[in-house]
Structures are given as C-alpha cells and as structure tokens.
Nanobody, 128 residues
Framework: QVQLVESGGGLVQAGGSLRLSCAVSIRTFSTYAMGWFRQAPGKERELVAVISWSVGNTYYADSVKGRFTISRDNAKNTVALEMNSLKAEDTGVYYC?????????????????????WGQGTQVTVSS
C-alpha cells in the first residue's frame, strides 16, 4: 500500500519560512516524479513545484519562483519543499503527490491527473 505523509506545516508570519516534508512508502520511489500542490479556501488546487525522477529537473509556479525550493532524497524516500519569504497568499493546504512513472528520468508532470497517489495534506497559514 502506497502512503504519503506530509509534515512541517504551521502558522508563520509573512516574510518567514517553513520547510515541508513528505515521506513516501513505495518500493519504486526513485522512478517517480514528485510534486507539491496547494489549495486555498474557495480556490482550486494548484501546482506549486515538481521535481523529476532524477534530480536535476524542476518546475515552479511563477508565484513561488525564487522563494520556494523543492528537493528529494531517493535514499530516504522523501521530498521537501523549502518555503521562504512567505506571503499571505501562500496560505492553504499543501499536498505532496507522486506520479509520472515511466515517463523519463527528467519528466516533470504538470497536471493533477498525472499523479497516482496523494498525501492527506498539511496546513500552512501565513499571517500578514
């Protein structure tokens, strides 16, 4: 059974930082791309960042470029999202997801339907 468990969310003031982590229980972790999504109240879920199967290829939403950094540790089956210079508009539930298997080592899936498994989410609240 595949499980994704996020941690690291919380309440932070604008301008502050948080580090989210996602632990994945799957035998073939290193062959999947990993993504972080978020959903704000009353809004649709949006893609925040993606990292390919082989570290080296990443994608960031324009709204987080230069502030967020995605990374992965294939030996530990974890993916992290370092979030700096947080803004009130970064508030939402953050989800990690795994997908894009067998699409190439540098592929970064950009659509929700390309992800096979999802975590339960962790709340990030940025106070202004």
């Amino acid at each position: 059974q595949v499980q994704l468990v996020e941690s690291g969310g919380g309440l932070v003031q604008a301008g502050g930082s948080l580090r989210l982590s996602c632990a994945v229980s799957i035998r073939t972790f290193s062959t999947y791309a990993m993504g972080w999504f978020r959903q704000a109240p009353g809004k649709e879920r949006e893609l925040v960042a993606v990292i390919s199967w082989s570290v080296g290829n990443t994608y960031y939403a324009d709204s987080v470029k230069g502030r967020f950094t995605i990374s992965r540790d294939n030996a530990k089956n974890t993916v992290a999202l370092e979030m700096n210079s947080l803004k009130a508009e970064d508030t939402g539930v953050y989800y990690c997801a795994i997908g894009g298997r067998n699409r190439g080592s540098t592929y970064v899936p950009l659509r929700s339907r390309e992800y096979d498994y999802w975590g339960q989410g962790t709340q990030v609240t940025v106070s202004s």
